[in-house]
């Protein structure tokens, strides 16, 4: 227990014995008088004066409850410890204040926002402190500081807020709450506060802990959540492959109903000079994937926003996505092969023949060219979406550089083994691509390397490309293909197992498909000329559909999470940095101040067209659409905009914050309707009390007859 005004108790133990002094001051004192006429009467005045007495006490009691009552009303006690960080404060304190600035603090009600709420009580946190050295961080996707440590100009802290604002940007809590524990570590003052000004979402929230403050800092959980968290959200849009001049690509919309009722929505897709219009009915508290096929008729890069019509929920910012997809020509595919074109049946020649089926176009032309590796130089070779290469030779340090250049800016490349050749190019390729290529199997030369034929598929992967487009019955349709040639595997790691695809009987792979950068790269572990497996039905639809998929490379056609580093490879016709300019893509693009920087890579002059270009952005700006110009065209555009995430806007409660985020410290939690104190209505009760004491004096009086 506590008092609000503990110096009211100091003047009550001093009115407390005025009625004390007046009783025992007052109290009449008898002369005795020996009459003979009152001897027959001291009985009956003994009665009367014990019944006095007794009165006398009872009064004496109930007026020294009234003052006790009193006193204690204007003490205004409270029954539980307070706030752990109250408004005001003075004296050798360090205050670090954490105000949230992420997506969800734009949600609210009747035009409130929560960041408005924050922004309030971050100030009444500033303006009650004397004496106080504060420090305030916005927490984002980076925690920003107005100052690298607490300091004693609080009106420049206070400036700060004023002019802060919602960011598109998910909170990172652990990084706010690692650099408010470094202020506070530095800060050498006696007494040391943390006031936290946030909704608390769940999908932030969730992990946190305060594990890393100083020992003795007292936390202030201070909760600006409104009531209302029904929100419908676009989470998520993405096309399912690379879109292709004339052919159908399907994209994909996630929409949340983040309520507790089933919500009918209608979603605008506008990309391009296309327009569409899709309906469905979003579950409570699920989420739907809608589709849509579209028909590109140019090639580019193509951009544009999803957005939910008529939608009135607690957040409109996440009602539109913007979204970018470059739309390509017919695939070009290059053949590498020192087998003659004339040599049938050979491996190369079933693939040559399988392709040619594979990508068909409309108009007879093929888009297969052959090339043998030993008789024209890289530089000489035909642009190409996709390598394919069986029974190259060794490639000498020219070919291997090209592809690995060309792959890494999103090429595909699909690659034959069969010799022991093979895995020396696969070795020299693997240390060309660097840390963004990590094949989950080595292919082993020398003594390692044996005789294989007459081997059956053990293991395939039925629900993944390019397996799943035989259906439940991959297995069977599989069961007579025989496989000779290839060469044995040694795993490298066993958490990138799930990207080999096929194994064969004698536990090595057939077939594995990871990313190299932009690019993917897929190995087939099998001589076709020695197989079986070519003559089968099942060979065409295979390659086909693995052939898609690497020409889709590593598309990533969603949105960019604003406030998070982006970093892209630029494509081949990028020839200098200084030839490439940035503009926001749409007119409702924000206008950043910067937009990261162009820097080489894999060439020491730069120039080189074998050498790589990056775009790199810290500090992604948004949401909305940026591109990459040279020459007056889009070589590479990215969507920028908030996570999903945020778009939950479920919150931790009180219970939770103190017991389990704040385990082991003194924490306090407070909103913007609570005081310092919320236990502070005794004083109330204590007057009641204290005017029923009264009555009962005079009903003891009326009672005693007095």
């Known amino acids: 227990?506590?008092?609000?005004?503990?110096?009211?108790?100091?003047?009550?133990?001093?009115?407390?014995?005025?009625?004390?002094?007046?009783?025992?001051?007052?109290?009449?004192?008898?002369?005795?008088?020996?009459?003979?006429?009152?001897?027959?009467?001291?009985?009956?005045?003994?009665?009367?004066?014990?019944?006095?007495?007794?009165?006398?006490?009872?009064?004496?009691?109930?007026?020294?409850?009234?003052?006790?009552?009193?006193?204690?009303?204007?003490?205004?006690?409270?029954?539980?410890?307070?706030?752990?960080?109250?408004?005001?404060?003075?004296?050798?304190?360090?205050?670090?204040?954490?105000?949230?600035?992420?997506?969800?603090?734009?949600?609210?009600?009747?035009?409130?926002?929560?960041?408005?709420?924050?922004?309030?009580?971050?100030?009444?946190?500033?303006?009650?402190?004397?004496?106080?050295?504060?420090?305030?961080?916005?927490?984002?996707?980076?925690?920003?500081?107005?100052?690298?440590?607490?300091?004693?100009?609080?009106?420049?802290?206070?400036?700060?807020?004023?002019?802060?604002?919602?960011?598109?940007?998910?909170?990172?809590?652990?990084?706010?709450?690692?650099?408010?524990?470094?202020?506070?570590?530095?800060?050498?003052?006696?007494?040391?506060?943390?006031?936290?000004?946030?909704?608390?979402?769940?999908?932030?929230?969730?992990?946190?802990?305060?594990?890393?403050?100083?020992?003795?800092?007292?936390?202030?959980?201070?909760?600006?959540?409104?009531?209302?968290?029904?929100?419908?959200?676009?989470?998520?849009?993405?096309?399912?492959?690379?879109?292709?001049?004339?052919?159908?690509?399907?994209?994909?919309?996630?929409?949340?109903?983040?309520?507790?009722?089933?919500?009918?929505?209608?979603?605008?897709?506008?990309?391009?000079?296309?327009?569409?219009?899709?309906?469905?009915?979003?579950?409570?508290?699920?989420?739907?994937?809608?589709?849509?096929?579209?028909?590109?008729?140019?090639?580019?890069?193509?951009?544009?926003?999803?957005?939910?019509?008529?939608?009135?929920?607690?957040?409109?910012?996440?009602?539109?996505?913007?979204?970018?997809?470059?739309?390509?020509?017919?695939?070009?595919?290059?053949?590498?092969?020192?087998?003659?074109?004339?040599?049938?049946?050979?491996?190369?020649?079933?693939?040559?023949?399988?392709?040619?089926?594979?990508?068909?176009?409309?108009?007879?032309?093929?888009?297969?060219?052959?090339?043998?590796p030993m008789r024209m130089r890289p530089s000489k070779w035909p642009a190409a979406d996709l390598f394919v290469i069986d029974h190259p030779g060794a490639l000498d340090d020219e070919a291997v550089s090209f592809l690995a250049a060309n792959i890494r800016r999103g090429r595909g490349l699909l690659y034959v083994t069969s010799e022991l050749a093979d895995a020396m190019n696969l070795q020299r390729l693997s240390e060309a691509f660097g840390s963004g290529f990590q094949p989950p199997v080595q292919l082993l030369s020398g003594s390692a390397a044996r005789s294989r034929k007459d081997l059956f598929i053990s293991r395939v992967s039925g629900r993944q490309e390019p397996f799943r487009v035989l259906g439940s019955t991959v297995e069977a349709a599989l069961r007579p293909v025989r496989l000779g040639g290839g060469l044995p595997t040694q795993a490298m790691d066993e958490g990138l197992r799930d990207q080999v695809l096929a194994e064969l009987s004698d536990s090595s792979a057939l077939l594995y498909v990871t990313s190299a950068d932009a690019g993917k790269v897929g190995v087939l572990n099998a001589d076709l000329g020695e197989s079986n497996w070519p003559v089968q039905a099942t060979f065409v639809p295979i390659l086909g559909e693995l052939v898609q998929g690497l020409l889709r490379g590593g598309l990533d056609t969603g949105a960019v999470a604003c406030g998070d580093p982006l970093v892209r490879l630029l494509p081949a016709e990028v020839q200098s940095v200084e030839a490439s300019t940035f503009r926001p893509g749409t007119d409702a693009t924000p206008v950043p101040d910067e937009y990261g920087r162009l820097q080489t890579t894999g060439s020491a002059d730069g120039q080189s067209p074998q050498g790589g270009f990056v775009w790199a952005w810290e500090d992604p700006a948004g949401p909305g659409v940026y591109e990459v110009r040279q020459q007056n065209q889009t070589v590479m555009a990215v969507a920028t905009a908030a996570p999903g995430l945020e778009s939950d806007l479920q919150t931790l409660d009180e219970t939770v914050l103190k017991d389990r985020v704040g385990e082991g410290r003194r924490v306090g939690y407070s909103t913007p309707s609570s005081e310092d104190n919320e236990d502070d209505h005794w004083w109330t009760w204590l007057i009641v009390v204290c005017l029923l004491g009264l009555i009962s004096e005079i009903a003891m009086l009326r009672g005693f007859r007095v």
């Open 1 to 372: 227990m506590a008092f609000l005004n503990p110096w009211a108790i100091a003047i009550g133990v001093l009115v407390v014995a005025a009625p004390l002094a007046v009783h025992f001051l007052t109290r009449p004192r008898p002369v005795e008088f020996p009459l003979s006429t009152i001897q027959l009467l001291q009985e009956v005045i003994q009665q009367r004066r014990a019944r006095s007495r007794l009165r006398d006490w009872l009064i004496l009691l109930l007026r020294i409850a009234a003052i006790c009552l009193l006193v204690a009303t204007f003490s205004r006690p409270y029954f539980d410890d307070g706030p752990a960080v109250a408004r005001t404060a003075e004296g050798d304190s360090a205050r670090v204040i954490v105000l949230d600035v992420s997506q969800s603090m734009a949600a609210g009600s009747g035009g409130a926002q929560r960041i408005a709420q924050g922004r309030a009580a971050a100030i009444e946190f500033l303006d009650g402190t004397r004496g106080v050295q504060a420090g305030v961080i916005f927490m984002g996707a980076k925690p920003r500081t107005v100052f690298d440590q607490i300091s004693p100009n609080l009106p420049s802290l206070r400036s700060a807020v004023e002019e802060v604002t919602v960011r598109p940007e998910q909170a990172n809590v652990h990084a706010a709450l690692e650099r408010a524990a470094g202020m506070l570590s530095e800060a050498n003052r006696e007494k040391r506060e943390l006031v936290i000004i946030s909704d608390f979402q769940r999908g932030s929230w969730g992990t946190a802990r305060l594990d890393g403050l100083p020992e003795g800092t007292d936390v202030q959980f201070h909760a600006v959540a409104s009531s209302v968290t029904h929100n419908v959200a676009i989470t998520q849009v993405r096309f399912a492959e690379q879109p292709i001049i004339g052919q159908p690509a399907q994209i994909e919309i996630d929409v949340a109903n983040f309520s507790d009722n089933d919500n009918d929505v209608s979603c605008q897709v506008a990309i391009d000079r296309l327009q569409h219009r899709l309906d469905a009915k979003v579950p409570a508290r699920g989420s739907r994937t809608l589709t849509h096929s579209l028909t590109f008729d140019r090639a580019g890069w193509k951009h544009g926003f999803v957005t939910l019509t008529a939608n009135l929920d607690a957040l409109s910012e996440d009602d539109a996505r913007p979204l970018t997809v470059e739309v390509r020509d017919t695939p070009n595919v290059v053949l590498l092969s020192r087998q003659s074109e004339s040599a049938a049946p050979s491996s190369s020649w079933f693939l040559e023949q399988a392709l040619s089926i594979t990508l068909a176009r409309s108009d007879g032309q093929s888009p297969l060219r052959r090339i043998h």
